[in-house]
């Protein structure tokens, strides 16, 4: 692993290097321990589409896929033994890089069905099966962080679980989360559960956020408003740093610290590129700060890699900046408070959809399977 590389110097400037992708071929060919090894990659994030994604093309998938057709297996069982089998083998690669962070990093989300984001109790329920079922202390699950999963995230956490909390948009929302984190840590303290066994990231979506907006600013078609355009993101996830800074200094969060609890880092999620006239490493240069993670997609890893220019920091000091870039925003009459609400409700939709697609395709393929005798 050089330490010369873009991803070198990014990971350098305490950036953890989380890949945005899992699928079987990835971890049998070697693939992903490759990534460990040349790309600076220390974690993966899964989500439905993803899975469906991995389980549509290759044959990855065909022996475990008739061996659950032979005993029967609903659609159900079928994804959750495929996907945590996955999980569990991937949180194995990643094992070293576990111990060596001291269980900072070396990371493997799972998340729980879309189809819960409402319920706080069925979600609390699915992460201890999750938990349970992949058995690695490596392993993540991710739960959404609706108003219903801020109660399923301070259970979950109270529980000793690790948790991703994941489609985060408002700066609110944001806090709301970090306090539903501390909650669950001060009902794990008083079970007398081992607070530094316990790991957070709260995933911060970014382009989702310029996508909206830039779809707005067209709306309105000024050359004010269109000069705008994708500063959004950047600036919203620059805020949410703030925002972690603020938070973990409160006495709450550093006397939990105090006790052995560890910070629940930001996670930049959403991190590629979606207009191709913009620079497509933007979400991750300017996005650089101690104690992050970006969770990537393969294309802009590569990028990164290939012509990154990474400053050693291109966040503390934008606050002034990026409030700046909200306020504009607003006197254009976009509502800050109505985007992060769509984007909410269109990020839950997104993943419901991917998830009925990974029923669909688990269905075809149970179907498919040769018959034995």
Not at 78 to 93: G, R
Not at 145 to 170: K, M, P, Q, R, Y
């Amino acid at each position: 692993m050089t330490e010369t590389t873009p991803l070198a110097q990014l990971s350098a400037a305490g950036v953890s290097i989380w890949l945005d992708d899992l699928s079987r071929d990835r971890i049998v060919s070697g693939g992903l321990q490759k990534l460990i090894d040349e790309k600076n990659v220390v974690g993966v994030t899964t989500n439905p589409t993803i899975f469906a994604g991995a389980l549509s093309k290759g044959e990855a998938y065909a022996e475990q896929v008739a061996s659950l057709a032979a005993a029967n297996s609903s659609v159900a069982n079928a994804v959750f033994e495929i996907t945590t089998d996955d999980v569990a083998a991937a949180s194995d690669i990643f094992r070293p890089v576990y111990d060596r962070s001291n269980g900072v990093d070396g990371r493997v989300s799972i998340e729980v069905e879309p189809g819960l984001a409402h319920d706080s109790a069925g979600t609390v329920a699915q992460a201890k099966q999750l938990w349970a079922k992949v058995d690695r202390v490596n392993a993540m699950i991710k739960i959404p962080a609706t108003i219903a999963g801020l109660e399923a995230i301070t259970e979950t956490i109270a529980l000793g679980i690790s948790v991703n909390v994941t489609l985060i948009f408002s700066l609110e929302r944001h806090r709301q989360v970090i306090n539903a984190y501390l909650s669950g840590l001060e009902k794990a303290k008083a079970a007398g559960i081992d607070l530094s066994t316990i790991h957070s990231v709260a995933s911060f979506f970014v382009s989702r956020v310029d996508t909206e907006i830039n779809n707005r600013l067209e709306a309105i078609g000024t050359d004010a408003a269109l000069a705008l355009k994708s500063q959004a993101g950047v600036a919203n996830a620059q805020l949410a740093y703030q925002v972690y800074e603020q938070e973990f200094a409160s006495e709450r969060a550093v006397g939990l610290c105090a006790a052995g609890a560890n910070k629940q880092r930001p996670l930049w999620a959403s991190t590629g590129v979606k207009d191709p006239s913009l620079p497509d490493t933007l979400y991750v240069t300017n996005l650089v700060a101690p104690e992050v993670v970006n969770t990537m997609p393969e294309k802009t890893m590569e990028a990164t890699f290939d012509h990154g220019v990474i400053p050693a920091d291109s966040v503390t000091g934008s606050y002034a900046a990026a409030n700046a870039v909200l306020d504009a925003l607003a006197a254009q009459g976009i509502s800050y408070d109505d985007v992060t609400r769509v984007l909410e409700e269109e990020g839950v939709a997104k993943f419901i959809v991917s998830w009925d697609e990974l029923l669909e395709t688990v269905a075809t393929a149970l179907g498919a399977a040769p018959v034995t005798a």
